[in-house]
């Protein structure tokens, strides 16, 4: 909180109301008073604004052609900048917030942005069309890291496909990047001004706008039937019926959140889009009313009490690169798997339950590791097991107007052997066939003391493997044990086949990666040096 | 040879001329154009085949925003699809002419409207009901029939040699069954076009690789004549294949245009596109060989069973890669096909080769195994003298030094000589290797070419570049020929206004387009050289610095500009006696290392050499592009890529990115590319050969060999995903 803002979050009363949207595009702000829930920031740009640098491939976040800087203040109020898929950021996440497009880097007719120059130096273009999305991408990591190597340059690729260049010719642009400075780079110059312009905006206010009338519809053109793969990473499908609610509401804070949802139970909670965007985009679905809540800093914080870590429900997974993969390294290679910079940038992890899909990829570890979840409706409050709240496909334990505040990890034990293990068709870029978490803990003279372990893609919800469990614990540690716990898989589960997998493959694949667990516990660097 | 070019220019690894406007955001694609026009969304069929029994668009059409909503019943008269030429690309793409319903997504209707959202929103209220018929889908062999033709101009059958005979003498033989999968060329520019109409006089703004045809389809559409005809495509977001002719977009956008008498944009969604657009039909091959125990081949046999769409004659034949391949006694092949409610099944990149490079070379492989040779040694044993297909001498054949350079430099002595015998922790590691060769193509085309009186040139057809680099190697031509700076030359490209070629496909686009090019820039040549006053043979003089010179007299370009009009010519180019009289083809060779996890079946390509002949290299950058970029669809069509048919409705179950998987970043390993640079005279005065689809020809076999070398599993149900090597 900048000190000039009152918090809110003390008040009893509704804080004003504010019925103007405003945020800077590049170098101007915007102000808007007509935004409907379903107004992607991509259309924004190329049809309203005409800024057709940024580019559409695809509309669902998968090919990085339309990334875009969102600069944003943090609870400290510092301005930060990250990459994000402008078409499935919708309008109403954006308030105060300042847009970066291609346009913005180098003036027409001007020189060149050094990421620009480097990208026709290198030939990192052929047809050109995924070009600005590279640049971008890369202009994000620079912001963050000045100075990146390799296997950071590639993670922030990520999340972008081209189709031409093969893109080593990118990888070699962006290595050939020198750090920015104010001189070559407008955002970095202009960094004082933008900061003081958002810290003005933020006024402790509720946004509340609407849209055009019937810009949205919710069933396919021409009635398409909906083909089994259309559901891909939704699980939540109530349809708010009849006549739609054009509004945003934007709470000013956590505490009007829990007011707003709670008088408005068909409202449509949205943290960083990267499933309700495609609603829109994809299904073409109703999301009004829609009460974003991405910009409430209160429910980002990761705070260490009691032997647990608690993550608020806004914590992305980049951020989650920082703060839970410091204290449980074996998140690191999993968050690293998901979706590109710009998915993890945006993507949160109370998105990620809320959204209830059996193939997310935080479900199995946090229930693997004994998370709790933290619910949240009005005043009150209440917890269960993370692994209590998906009761069935489709289905989780989560009343009307209730939120998802925060969980609370439990910090492992140091002697815990942990393990998070995600197989998908496409290395990159891909979601979940069959993911794997273990943890183990051993007794003194290696027998099995406690071990939870969790799947995803094994049936219509993230679930506990209870009965391999069963069969392992209290005996030793060893090979025979795993091969013998192997034939309890068949009590636990019964996997479907898709394009993903066949369900023998997924049966198969969940026993090796057990077998995978107990080789890699064998060879463990840290029990090796312990046993010399 | 050609002794005018010195390489000052051509062959540099010059910067792409329109690069700077690409990575800015600049450049304007076919939806970006500064016109105020209509949006239209497109309602997509949802059965494969039947007649549309009612059509209800009144909600649609009172739905805020809505300016018109086309169906059959109402959109302006297009002649019936196919009509008015045999040509795949020139005939009519009449759509919503009838009721009728020939694949999954087929357009019924087009709702207009002032927003993308308003026609969106309309669209979900248009209600169609059909009367459904029993849709032909997939392969059936017993329902085809020969091919009319395969793609790249190969006969349907092939009968040299007694197989009968071949196959009896052989010792050992495979006989294999393969399919590979639906595919789509998912360029990242989705097809969009802006139509507008002046009375009689069409213009549309696409995204098209071949502008002549285009014209032609769009006049045998709208039966207007061709001169009232403008088509341009300045910048093309990538084709593939997908955008050699007119789709739906262009074809509605210029409908709902006509309706309207105002421009209208079409711009199809991704999911659209995936039934809405070209494809890669699935084809199920039959391979038979046979050699004697000393590893000498004897007997080929390849069969192919495809679909065509209904009306859209187009069969691909993988068979190609096996027509100029390694010496036999018999080579035979078969293209059978047959008609089907799928959706538009057309060329993708490298048809033909792309996938034989990949089944054929696995066939060769496995047969090799079974003689006890190493596949690179039985490979080299079965080097042909001429042309197994056809007895033609070849014009020029380096396949064998592309072979040992590769093998030299990836370490191919180094390989694991048995199948699943080097591990490294929980890892398989395999080596393979295929041969790429690739068929080299000439068309006709002409150019014209205008050197102002102050120095300027500009070079105008109606050529593409989907993102090649045509404008960059053109403007090297012309400044290798003419001797002035890049700065000083502005290519033209992509307009119907200008001199007709083939436009961009089967990699002869630079060759067929630079050649016109050249061949302007000669006339040029002669005709400043005689108004500089040379009374000699205009190739003695050398053009350079805009300067003319010839023994010790020089004179200025400038000199002879200055009081002129300035000077023009044309140039043109077809196809010369040589491409009868002998068989044109760029070779390759691709060695690849794999690792395969035992637990979990995932594949890492590691690294890969692959050394080319494609005759002279206009551009060392855009070349080593183009060959990386095949590469990598090479490895993406093996293990990633496929689309799966829904059998109940012909649609796709993967109609989007996140499932559809193209290759992306860490899918590539790193690669070696060596060019051996051997011009080549008898492919075009230039001597270059093509290049755009070369790389991506066996990069799949390679990588399909070194999985069974890695694991000793062979798949014959192609792309080898994870689940298929349990
Ligand atoms: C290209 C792409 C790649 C992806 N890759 C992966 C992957 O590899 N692994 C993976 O697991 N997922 C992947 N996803 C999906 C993943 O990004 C989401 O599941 C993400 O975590 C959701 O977070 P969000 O903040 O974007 O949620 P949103 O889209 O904003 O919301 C999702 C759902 O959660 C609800 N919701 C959000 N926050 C709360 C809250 N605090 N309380 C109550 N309800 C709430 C929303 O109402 C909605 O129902 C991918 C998505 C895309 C587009
Ligand atoms: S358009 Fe493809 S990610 Fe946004
Ligand atoms: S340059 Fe064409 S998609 Fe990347």
């Given at each position: 909180m900048t000190a000039n803002a009152p918090d809110p979050s003390d008040s009893a009363l509704p804080p004003p109301i504010r019925r103007t949207m405003r945020f800077l595009l590049n170098d101007r702000p915007v102000f808007l008073d007509r935004v409907a829930p379903d107004d992607t920031l991509l259309d924004f740009l190329r049809i309203e604004k005409r800024l057709t640098g940024t580019k559409e491939g695809c509309a669902e976040g998968d090919c990085g052609a339309c990334t875009v800087l969102l600069g944003t203040l943090d609870a400290q109020g510092r301005l930060h900048y990250r990459s994000a898929n402008a078409c499935i950021v919708l309008m109403g996440m954006i308030d105060g917030a300042h847009i970066v497009t291609v346009e913005h880097l180098s003036p027409r007719g001007g020189p060149l942005h050094p990421i620009q120059q480097a990208m026709v130096d290198h030939h990192g273009s052929q047809c050109g069309f995924c070009t600005p999305g590279f640049v971008m991408s890369l202009y994000g990591l620079l912001m963050r890291q000045p100075t990146p190597d390799r296997l950071a340059v590639e993670r922030a690729l990520q999340g972008n496909l081209c189709r031409c260049t093969g893109y080593a010719p990118i990888v070699r642009a962006a290595l050939s990047v020198a750090a920015l400075s104010g001189t070559d780079d407008p955002v970095l110059a202009e960094r004082p001004t933008v900061t003081k312009r958002l810290a003005e905006w933020r006024d402790g206010s509720r946004l509340e706008v609407s849209g055009h009338e019937a810009a949205s519809g919710n069933a396919e053109p021409g009635g398409a039937t909906i083909l089994p793969s259309d559901v891909p990473y939704e699980g939540d499908v109530s349809e708010s019926e009849g006549a739609s609610d054009n509004r945003i509401l934007r709470p000013a804070s956590v505490a009007d959140l829990a007011r707003l949802f709670e008088d408005n139970p068909a409202g449509r909670i949205v943290a960083g889009a990267t499933d309700v965007g495609l609603w829109v985009t994809k299904f073409m679905r109703d999301v009004g009313p829609l009460i974003p809540i991405?910009?409430?800093d209160e429910l980002r914080g990761v705070e260490e009490s009691d032997g647990a870590l608690r993550i608020g429900a806004n914590v992305s997974y980049t951020d989650a690169l920082d703060a839970l993969a410091e204290r449980i390294p074996a998140f690191a290679p999993l968050l690293w798997r998901i979706g590109g910079n710009q998915i993890r940038?945006?993507?949160?992890?109370?998105?990620?339950?809320?959204?209830?899909?059996?193939i997310g990829d935080m479900p199995p570890p946090l229930i693997a590791l004994g998370a709790m979840l933290h619910l949240r409706k009005g005043d009150a409050r209440r917890d269960l097991p993370l692994e209590d709240f998906f009761i069935e496909y489709g289905k989780q334990d989560r009343w009307d107007g209730e939120f998802v505040e925060a969980l609370s990890v439990p910090l492992p034990s140091p002697d815990a052997k942990i393990a998070f293990h995600k197989i998908s068709k496409r290395r990159d870029e891909d979601i979940t066939a069959c993911l794997g978490a273990f943890h183990l803990m051993l007794t003194d003279d290696g027998t099995v003391d406690t071990i939870r372990i969790a799947y995803g893609g094994m049936a219509g919800v993230p679930k506990r493997a209870s009965a391999v469990e069963k069969a392992l614990i209290g005996r030793p540690w060893t090979e025979d044990a795993v091969e013998s716990a192997l034939a309890a898989f068949e009590e636990d589960f019964t996997p479907l086949s898709d394009m993903r997998a066949s369900a023998d493959?997924?049966?198969?694949?969940?026993?090796?990666?057990?077998?995978?667990f107990f080789a890699d516990t064998q060879d463990d660097p840290i029990q090796t040096e312990a046993a010399q | 040879m050609n002794d005018i070019i010195k390489g000052k220019w051509i062959g540099k690894p010059l910067d792409r001329v329109d690069g700077p406007l690409k990575v800015s955001g600049a450049a304007t694609y076919a939806a970006e154009h500064d016109i105020d026009a209509a949006?239209?969304?497109?309602?997509?069929?949802?059965?494969?085949k039947g007649t549309i029994a009612s059509i209800?668009?009144?909600?649609?059409?009172?739905?805020?925003?809505?300016?018109?909503v086309l169906t059959y019943e109402n959109a302006p008269k297009m002649a019936p699809w196919g009509d008015g030429a045999d040509d795949r690309f020139e005939q009519s793409h009449g759509v919503l002419v009838d009721g009728t319903i020939r694949h999954y997504g087929q357009p019924v209707a087009l709702v207009i409207a002032e927003t993308l959202e308003q026609a969106r929103h309309a669209a979900s209220l248009v209600a169609v009901t059909y009367d459904e018929q029993a849709p032909a889908l997939g392969v059936d062999r017993a329902d085809s029939e020969l091919a009319e033709g395969l793609d790249g101009?190969?006969?349907?059958?092939?009968?040299?040699?007694d197989f009968d005979r071949a196959w009896a003498e052989s010792d050992l033989t495979v006989d294999l069954n393969y399919t590979t999968p639906h595919m789509i060329p998912a360029a990242m520019e989705p097809h969009s076009a802006i139509a507008e109409w002046d009375g009689e006089r069409l213009t549309v703004r696409n995204s098209l690789q071949v502008i002549a045809s285009g014209v032609a389809c769009l006049a045998n559409t709208f039966g207007i004549d061709e001169e009232n005809i403008r088509v341009l495509s300045p910048y093309i977001g990538g084709g593939f294949g997908s955008k050699l002719g007119q789709h739906y977009d262009t074809i509605?956008?210029?409908a709902g245009a006509k309706k309207l008498n105002r421009p209208v944009k079409v711009v199809q969604t991704r999911r659209n596109l995936f039934h809405a657009g070209p494809h890669r039909a699935r084809i199920e091959q039959r391979i038979r060989l046979g050699a004697t125990r000393d590893g000498t081949l004897k007997a080929v046999n390849f069969e192919t069973w495809s679909t065509q769409a209904i009306g859209y004659f187009y069969t691909e034949g993988p068979m190609a890669s096996a027509a100029s391949a390694y010496r036999c006694d018999a080579l035979h092949w078969t293209g059978k096909t047959r008609q089907a409610n799928e959706t538009l099944n057309d060329s993708m990149r490298a048809p033909g080769e792309a996938l034989g490079g990949v089944t054929f070379e696995a066939a060769i492989d496995e047969l090799a195994e079974k003689v006890g040779m190493d596949p690179l040694e039985f490979r080299l044993k079965n080097e042909p003298t001429e042309d197994p297909a056809s007895g033609k001498p070849f014009a020029t054949r380096d396949l064998v030094e592309c072979m040992k350079r590769g093998a030299d430099e990836f370490g191919w002595a180094d390989r694991p000589k048995e199948p699943r015998s080097r591990r490294e922790g929980r890892k398989l590691i395999g080596y393979g290797m295929a041969s790429a060769i690739r068929g080299n193509m000439m068309q006709e085309g002409s150019c014209r070419i205008d050197l102002s009186a102050g120095g300027h040139l500009t070079v105008k057809m109606d050529m593409t570049d989907i993102g090649t680099g045509t404008y960059t190697i053109l403007t090297q031509i012309a400044a290798e020929a003419l001797g002035l700076h890049p700065d000083d030359i502005t290519v033209d490209l992509a307009d119907s206004d200008n001199p007709a070629t083939a436009g961009s496909g089967g990699s002869f686009g630079a060759g067929t387009s630079g050649s016109a090019l050249w061949n302007a820039c000669i006339a040029l040549r002669e005709k400043l050289a005689r108004a500089g006053g040379f009374n000699i043979d205009p190739d003695e003089i050398d053009f350079d610095e805009g300067t003319m010179q010839a023994g010790d007299r020089a004179v200025a370009l400038a000199d002879v500009l200055k009081d002129s009009d300035g000077f023009s010519a044309e140039g043109s180019i077809k196809p010369g006696e040589e491409h009868e009289d002998y068989v044109q083809n760029s070779y390759g060779a691709h060695f690849c290392e794999v690792a395969v996890d035992m637990d979990s079946c995932e594949i890492e390509v590691r690294r890969f050499v692959s050394v080319f002949s494609a005759g002279r290299i206009?551009?060392?950058?855009?070349?080593h592009s183009q060959c990386l970029g095949g590469l990598v669809w090479g490895i993406g069509g093996a293990i990633r890529e496929e689309l799966w048919m829904d059998e109940r409705t012909g649609g796709y179950v993967n109609r989007d990115l996140a499932e559809y998987h193209v290759a992306v970043n860490r899918d590539v390993p790193k690669c070696d590319i060596i060019f051996l640079e051997n011009p080549d005279p008898k492919s075009n005065p230039i001597g270059t050969k093509g290049i755009g689809e070369l790389a991506l020809c066996g990069a799949g076999g390679a990588v399909v060999n070194a999985i069974y070398n890695a694991t000793g599993k062979r798949v014959y149900d192609l792309p080898v995903t994870l689940d298929k090597l349990l």
């Open positions: 991405g910009h409430l940038n945006m993507g949160t992890i109370g998105g990620n339950i809320a959204n209830g899909s059996p493959y997924r049966m198969l694949v969940a026993r090796n990666l057990l077998r995978r | 949006i239209g969304f497109i309602v997509e069929a949802t059965i494969a209800e668009t009144a909600n649609a059409e009172a739905a805020k925003g809505v300016i018109a101009g190969f006969e349907p059958t092939n009968r040299r040699g509605l956008a210029a206009l551009n060392r950058k855009t070349a």
